[in-house]
């Protein structure tokens, strides 16, 4: 199994908001690092993590306002 592979495997996990909730993109970024310290979204031609969760269709990454004067957040829902 390609790490890639277990990376989308194990993102539910690292969500950690759990299976069909949305998550803030940062948490789950840092969550992924530990999971898989190596991995690298660069390594597989994109530079941001939400490029590839957007290139995912079990993943749904959105852009949100967390309140007036606030600047928007991306979440993740898998």
């Known amino acids: ?10 993102l539910p996990t690292s969500l950690s908001a759990g299976r069909r909730r949305l998550a803030h993109l940062g948490a789950a970024g840092s969550n ?3 999971l898989a310290s ?10 941001k993590l939400t490029e ?7 993943y749904d990454v959105q852009s949100r306002s967390p309140g ?9 829902r898998s």
């Open 1 to 10: 199994m390609s790490a890639l592979s277990r990376t989308y495997r194990d």
């Open 32 to 34: 992924l690092s530990r």
């Open 38 to 47: 190596d991995f690298d979204t660069r390594s597989r031609g994109l530079s």
């Open 52 to 58: 590839l969760l957007k290139a995912h269709p079990g």
């Open 68 to 76: 007036d004067g606030k600047p928007k957040v991306s979440v993740v």
